[in-house]
């Protein structure tokens, strides 16, 4: 595993796994919503946004937090090697963000661009509470569309997280 793509719902443990794998395997990790928005949660035009997420994964190693569906897990997953999906609660997501809003507020966090602070975002919530009937069956779509063969790992418990750290090496072996 050398190009890894983490996906899952807000609040899952996307980020914290990307880094935990980025850390572990020494690879880059790249967080999407970095490349995306714009100070003060301002989006970025779709052209512009693409050719940084090419950018970020021309080389030959990295990990990816995050899908993007419909903007750019076509660029991403046509290069990965492994795909983890995170399958949490959507009652435990729910649970995280709110959390992180609440404690986290002041805290720079490394998935999140500069001008972006922490905040408790009910558009946020609705996604998060909606991910496994709206956002879920488009990244399966997407896959299904650009990266069929690439291996898929799926993730429900902290044990099964746990368990596939473990089980990665830098060597592959």
Known sequence: MRRIIVVGSQGSGKTRLSRNLGRKLGLPVVHLDVLYWQPGWTPSDKPSFRARVAEAVAGDAWVVDGSFSGLAFDITLARADTLVVIDRPRWLCQWRILWR??????????????????????????EAWRYDTERAPVIEAERVQYGADVPIVRLRRDRDIQGFLDSVSVHGE
């Open 101 to 126: 809003s609440a404690f986290d507020r002041d805290k720079a966090r490394p998935d999140l661009p500069e001008g972006c602070p922490e905040q408790l975002d009910w558009k946020l919530m609705r």
